[in-house]
């Protein structure tokens, strides 16, 4: 069973920066976008940044410009670098996989576990 495992949260002071990494283990044969998602409390769950399988990266406009989303193929891997970040970044961060192919076929709609990020005033 594959599973997406998310590492990286803290508490950090605002303007500082944090990594958020995300790993896909088990065997894994190819993995189609990956996404990081974030939910904050008493609100819904918003995407953040995503990367295709390609390379192409799209973002939410409240992290332009100071979240970068990137990826290492090889080891079906998946980052956020959060820089200047502000107390309404803090919430539960997420990884997502649209499309895993695994040795049983493909898993769709993967998710971590969470990661806490918290931004302090």
């Known amino acids: 069973q594959v599973q997406l495992v998310e590492s990286g949260g803290g508490l950090v002071q605002t303007g500082g920066s944090l990594r958020l990494s995300c790993a896909a283990s088990?065997?894994?044969?190819?993995?189609?976008?990956m996404s990081w998602y974030r939910q904050a409390p008493g609100k819904q769950r918003e995407l953040v940044a995503s990367i295709t399988g390609g390379g192409t990266t799209n973002y939410a406009d409240s992290v332009k410009g100071r979240f970068t989303i990137s990826r290492d193929n090889a080891k079906n891997a998946v980052h956020l670098q959060m820089n200047s970040l502000k107390s309404e970044d803090t919430a539960v961060y997420y990884c997502n996989a649209d499309r895993i192919l695994g040795p049983l076929g493909i898993m769709y709609d993967s998710w971590g576990q969470g990661t806490q990020v918290t931004v302090s005033s």
């Open positions: 088990g065997r894994v044969f190819g993995i189609n976008t």
